[in-house]
């Protein structure tokens, strides 16, 4: 099955900095990987995702590459804020008959003032 | 509350009892899904089900039962097998349209064994 390692597993930015958060994934046939935010208290949420047909999408602050080759992608949060600050999740599935997710561990995310 | 619904919000339960979560969503979702979740372990898939009267063994089953009578509804069952059952439960749907995948979350359930 899938396997997705997550680093790293805590960050902590300054405010306006850059952060970035890696995830390698071992199935080949994986094609689509998805980014969730999760509050304290709160349920994940999706905030970016990406398909194996293109190499980079952005949204505003948050942009996600991927590389298939070496089987990595990753987030990256520019002029960061401390409403960014929360734990992150990637995850990765195959299109097909199962659409199952298999999460990374997750990284928590603190932006200092 | 984002059309996915999980109830209770904390639960507790005594050794060797069974106890079952529930999880309902009105989002016409086919696929619904449980995972669990331990501090540094990430979401752990258990049990998932993509169409009614069927489901599929996650990666960590074991202890725990689901069925899936009615699309919009797919109770989890921790029961006294679970030995380790103290974790936070969540739930989440999703529909396969236009090739995207994207889950909806429930808001949780705390299990506390006690």
């Known amino acids: 099955g899938e396997n997705v390692e997550q680093h790293p597993s805590t960050l902590s930015v300054q405010e306006g900095d850059s952060a970035v958060i890696k995830c390698t994934y071992s199935?080949?046939?994986?094609?689509?990987f998805p980014w969730y935010k999760q509050e304290l208290g709160k349920r994940p949420q999706l905030i970016i995702d990406?398909?194996?047909?293109?190499g980079e999408k952005k949204d505003q602050r948050i942009a996600v590459t991927l590389n298939k080759t070496a089987k990595h992608f990753s987030l990256h949060i520019t002029e960061t804020q401390p409403e960014d600050s929360a734990v992150y999740f990637c995850?990765?599935?195959?299109?097909?008959?199962?659409?199952?997710?298999?999460f990374g561990t997750g990284t928590r995310l603190q932006v200092t003032l | 509350d984002g059309g996915i619904t999980q109830s209770p919000k904390y639960l507790f339960r005594k050794e060797g009892q069974n106890v079952t979560l529930s999880c309902e969503q009105n989002?016409?979702?086919?696929?619904m899904y449980w995972y669990r979740q331990d501090p540094g372990q990430g979401l752990r898939l258990i049990y998932y089900?993509?169409?009614?009267?069927?489901?599929q063994k996650g990666d960590i089953a074991e202890g725990y039962s689901v069925s899936r009578e009615k699309k919009e509804s797919f109770p989890l069952t921790v029961t006294s097998a679970q030995k380790n059952p103290t974790a936070f439960y969540l739930c989440?749907?999703?529909?396969?349209?236009?090739?995207?995948?994207?889950?909806?979350f429930g808001s949780g359930t705390r299990l506390t064994v006690v």
């Open positions: 989440a749907s999703s529909m396969k349209k236009n090739g995207n995948y994207g889950y909806t």
């Open positions: 199935d080949s046939a994986s094609n689509y």
């Open positions: 990406i398909r194996s047909n293109v």
């Open positions: 995850a990765a599935s195959q299109s097909g008959t199962a659409s199952k997710l298999t």
């Open positions: 989002l016409n979702h086919d696929a």
């Open positions: 089900s993509q169409i009614v009267n069927d489901f």
